[in-house]
């Protein structure tokens, strides 16, 4: 069965380093999205991207983030200079218009 | 508003049924899911509703209310490895037509 991946698994970075997370959709999908969850809190939503850009995205994708689709397989997040409270698990998702299916995710510890 | 509401944690017995109450904001409803998530996973979608009324698939059925902001799901048969958070999940039309927006999760305790 189809499915989104992830990669790495896991990610440690100190605080002020740039980090990447990337993603690999399900190919016949058209939107891809971020989310991100804090430990023991709501999965939370960064950015939707359709049609090579960002469709919508919420008060916590700043500037600090970015997002790029480099070519037709991966899709990658990017947080310029990383803060302590960057530290969550990343989800990337996506969908063909309706149920978005979900990554395994990263776990992005910043030290 | 972008509220949404459900149980933080619920407990239930192995075989039994048990029901998890999500009511949200109905200006610019446009969907309602429900995901399932294990501790330490992806969610994992279980059911999508946009009109009223009951969808099932198996062991679990999910319903919804527009007029009144309400949903359900409804698991039957409950097994030992139901035990996770079930997360609702919400699209209003304005606000992103394709951002969603979840709730805290209730946590589903399933004992022997």
């Known amino acids: 069965e189809p499915e989104v991946t992830q990669t790495p698994s896991h990610q440690v970075t100190q605080m002020g380093q740039e980090v990447i997370l990337r993603c690999v959709p399900i190919s016949n999908h058209l939107y891809f999205y971020w989310y991100r969850q804090i430990l023991g809190q709501k999965v939370e939503f960064l950015v939707s991207?359709?049609?090579?850009?960002?469709?919508?995205k919420s008060e916590i994708f700043d500037d600090q983030f970015s997002v790029e689709r480099p070519d037709g397989s991966n899709f990658t997040l990017k947080i310029r200079s990383t803060k302590l409270e960057d530290s969550a698990m990343y989800f990337c998702?996506?969908?063909?218009?309706?149920?978005?299916?979900f990554g395994q995710g990263t776990r992005l510890t910043v030290v | 508003g972008q509220n949404i509401d459900q149980p933080t944690e619920m407990t239930a017995t192995e075989g039994a049924i048990v029901q998890i109450n999500c009511t949200y904001q109905?200006?610019?409803?446009?969907?309602l899911f429900w995901y399932q998530q294990h501790a330490g996973e992806a969610p994992t979608f279980l059911s999508y509703?946009?009109?009223?009324g009951l969808e099932e698939k198996g062991r679990f059925s999910s319903f919804l209310s527009r007029s009144k902001g309400y949903s359900y799901l409804l698991l039957k048969e409950l097994q030992m490895k139901d035990s996770a958070s079930y997360l609702c999940?919400?699209?209003?039309?304005?606000?992103?037509?394709?951002?969603?927006?979840f709730g805290t999760g209730t946590r589903l305790l399933v004992s022997p």
């Open positions: 998702a996506s969908s063909i218009g309706t149920e978005a299916f």
């Open positions: 999940a919400v699209r209003w039309s304005n606000t992103g037509f394709q951002k969603l927006v």
């Open positions: 109905t200006s610019g409803f446009n969907g």
């Open positions: 991207f359709y049609n090579n850009e960002i469709s919508e």
């Open positions: 509703n946009v009109l009223d």
